[in-house]
């Protein structure tokens, strides 16, 4: 079976969290794990990565960190995500040299041109629906992401409310993975190993 999603952190790790993301890598649906905390210090975010980082290697999930080369290189991540306002794709290429780098593009083929053309891993669209981790995310079209699959040629990863109701529309439209976060964590009716089971090719 093919993994096909690209699950993010919740905002707050509670102390379950360790457990949960274990049972949830066991089920082999996840491909890419991003560690996105905002407003925490670097030597949190360090110590909690390495915890993370045993997790994801174990079950051989790749390990993405959000905005932040120098964490990315000091606990051995296999890559970095970048927003239009982080670092440039130059600067994290020659920091990061063979990792993974991906790279947020909106609803924008322009910006998904130039992520190619710089050399980026992979190319973010959405927010496809309205998504609680990020409530005030640009709005992306399904056009934009059925034209990424023709003109894109590099990895689309789909981002932004997607739920059991609408992730297969988001796959057939030509995204190579989806991305999942609130529905996994923060489900008032599923356990996280349990939300992720849902989501079947």
Not at 5 to 23: C, E, Q, T, V
Not at 135 to 143: E, G, H, R, S, V
Request: aromatic residues 8%; glycine residues 4%.
């Amino acid at each position: 079976m093919k993994r096909f999603i690209y699950l993010i952190s919740p905002n707050k790790l509670n102390k379950n969290f360790y457990n949960d993301l274990a049972k949830v890598l066991s089920t082999n649906k996840v491909k890419f794990f991003q560690i996105r905390l905002k407003g925490k210090s670097f030597k949190y975010l360090k110590n909690i990565s390495k915890k993370i980082k045993k997790v994801t290697s174990k079950y051989n999930v790749k390990l993405i960190i959000n905005d932040n080369t120098k964490l990315t290189k000091e606990i051995g991540a296999e890559g970095c995500h970048l927003g239009q306002n982080d670092e440039s794709m130059v600067s994290a290429k020659k920091k990061l040299g063979k990792k993974i780098i991906g790279v947020t593009c909106h609803n924008s083929k322009t910006l998904c041109i130039l992520a190619q053309n710089s050399k980026a891993d992979y190319v973010a669209l959405g927010s496809f629906f309205h998504s609680k981790l990020k409530p005030k995310a640009l709005k992306a079209d399904i056009k934009t992401l059925k034209w990424a699959k023709n003109n894109i040629s590099i990895p689309i990863v789909a981002i932004g409310g997607i739920n059991k109701q609408n992730f297969k529309k988001i796959l057939k439209s030509g995204a190579n993975y989806i991305a999942l976060s609130s529905f996994i964590w923060n489900n008032p009716k599923l356990k996280p190993e349990d939300a992720i089971k849902v989501f079947s090719k």
